[in-house]
């Protein structure tokens, strides 16, 4: 895993620091795996590949340096984790709706020393209600369909900062059907960017929303009108 990760962060331009915790990561992802539902992916090599280089592919599509950053649906911690490890000045708060995987995560940060990373169990829409507008970035993958994940996300983005999907390449159609759910929600369609996770033949989008206006006090709406009407 070592020389994946060294060589995989090298091709990406990105500092070789956070390697031994990435390599401790892994082993506790492993390890509590083997008692609750956290990811699929087990084989080092793929979780060097498929999380952590994956994840550390947006800091070469947007600067996380210093900002503060919402990772929505965060899971085993994806893309929030290696992000916060590789850039350590941003100020990340991890959001899942599963208390077992929050918990997990704070296992995570206290076994890494990440000690300001926040670890919150609540459902994105909700959230919203204490921590509106008030994130220079949010990143999300593996969540939603791209209109009801807009919804959940862009309303805690400020306004100047965006919010950044992780989808695959074939998202055309996904991010037509999201085009009037942004400008609704405040957004513009800023960049969409083709990365290729080093070491793999597989090739990602990141779909960079930025937040033009302030999103209309109506949205986020209770989940189930969510998803039984999406906007
Ligand atoms: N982002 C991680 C990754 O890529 O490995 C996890 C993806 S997992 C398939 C989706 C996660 O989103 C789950 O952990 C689930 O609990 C969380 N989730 C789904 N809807 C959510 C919501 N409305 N608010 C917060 N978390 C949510």
């Known amino acids: 895993m070592e020389q994946l990760l060294q060589d995989g962060l090298t091709a990406l331009g990105l500092p070789a620091d956070g390697i031994p915790a990435l390599i401790r990561y892994a082993d506790l992802l492993v390890e509590k795996n083997k008692v609750m539902n956290l990811t699929a992916i087990t084989e080092p090599a793929d979780i060097a590949r498929l999380h952590f280089l994956d994840s550390a592919a ?20 994806f893309p929030g984790v290696p992000l916060r490890i590789i850039e350590p000045s941003m100020h990340l708060t991890l959001l899942d709706a599963l208390n077992k995987r ?19 169990h609540a459902r994105a829409e909700e959230f ?25 996300c862009l309303p805690l983005v400020n306004v100047g900062g965006s919010f950044i999907s992780m989808k695959s390449v074939d998202a055309g159609a996904e991010l037509d059907s999201a085009r009037r759910a942004i400008e609704v929600l405040g957004g513009t369609v800023d960049r969409v960017v083709d990365y290729d996770i080093p070491g793999t033949e597989i090739r990602h989008r990141a779909i960079v929303i930025k937040k033009a206006r302030e999103t209309p006090k109506k949205y986020p ?11």
């Open 221 to 231: 709406r209770a989940f189930a009108k969510i998803k039984k009407n999406p906007l």
């Open 128 to 152: 919203a209600a204490d921590r509106r507008e008030s994130f220079d970035l949010v990143t999300s993958r593996a969540v939603a369909a791209l209109p009801l994940l807009c919804e959940l």
């Open 102 to 120: 929050v918990e997990f995560l704070k296992e995570v940060c206290g076994d890494l020393g990440l000690a300001d990373v926040e670890c919150v």
């Open 58 to 77: 947006l800091l070469t599509i947007a600067d996380f340096k210093e900002k503060t950053v919402a990772d929505v649906g965060t899971g085993a911690g």
